[in-house]
């Protein structure tokens, strides 16, 4: 799937117009084993030169125009992402002009006052707010950049049509509204475990800086996986030895950790 990916941003089509290449063109380009390219021609007889696949429109594939190519540097990349809302808050994600927010599921009062403060300060700024919409401070971010009609992108550790947690319905029916939802799995798929650590890692793919919330030092629990972590936040004399990308609310208010961003 790499090669395929690469093939049609190289060559700047997409996957329908490869399906139509002649297979000795194919094989010079891609240089696969003889065996492969006997595997592409028996699929395109079975299918034939326009098969008809049940794409759904909310469906962004590699090689279209939309495809987010910081996937394709990943380990174990999604085959599709499903989207709903303004799509073209995606360049946003392409140019790495997103902030993502995220933090612990069980935030105290203050926490989620801060969180809800950073989302606003972050969308009178002009910058996006990425978060996964989970309990917590996700949510308190969103609703933030949400009442300050900022443009909340929000990326979904299950299908469009899930709702986790179910009173969260309302604000995620809100996020596809006035921003986007980005999910890598297609309605109806059962969702797994796996599946909110893997949001995890696509928030750190699509933002420029990333803010932990609510996590001290000594509680690096969220998983960022093998893509590392975004470039660290800078820190503004927060407590207890919290590292850059951890900010210390108390002492930082969020209109001063924006005023440190540049505009988007």
């Not at 105290?108 to 606003?120: C, F, P, Q």
């Not at 596809?176 to 799995?185: A, D, E, K, V, W």
């Not at 949001?199 to 803010?211: C, E, I, P, S």
């Amino acid at each position: 799937m790499a090669d395929l990916r690469r093939l049609c941003r190289d060559q700047a089509i997409g996957p329908d117009q490869l399906w139509g290449w002649p297979i000795e063109r194919l094989g010079q380009a891609l240089a696969w084993p003889a065996h492969c390219l006997r595997d592409v021609e028996r699929y395109r007889f079975e299918y034939g030169a326009a098969p008809k696949l049940d794409v759904p429109a909310c469906a962004l594939l590699p090689g279209d125009p939309g495809w987010l190519l910081c996937l394709d540097d990943v380990q174990a990349p999604p085959s599709g992402l499903y989207v709903e809302g303004d799509r073209s808050l995606l360049r946003h994600i392409h140019a790495r002009t997103a902030i993502a927010v995220v933090g612990t599921r069980s935030a105290s009062d203050h926490g989620l006052v801060m969180a809800e403060e950073l989302g606003r300060g972050l969308a009178e700024a002009g910058w996006p707010v990425l978060s996964g919409l989970a309990e917590g401070i996700d949510a308190a971010a969103h609703r933030g950049c949400v009442a300050r009609n900022g443009a909340p992108i929000a990326v979904l550790g299950t299908p469009l049509d899930r709702v986790y947690p179910a009173h969260h319905r309302s604000l995620q029916q809100q996020v596809g509204r006035q921003g986007l939802l980005i999910s890598p799995s297609r309605s109806g798929c059962r969702v797994r475990p796996g599946h909110f650590a893997a949001r995890n890692r696509w928030l750190v793919a699509f933002a420029q800086a990333l803010v932990v919330v609510g996590v001290s030092a000594t509680q690096r629990s969220i998983d960022f996986g093998p893509l590392g972590e975004p470039d660290a936040v800078p820190h503004m004399g927060g407590s207890g030895g919290c590292p850059p990308l951890v900010l210390s609310w108390q002492q930082c208010p969020a209109s001063r950790w924006c005023d440190c961003l540049d505009s988007p």
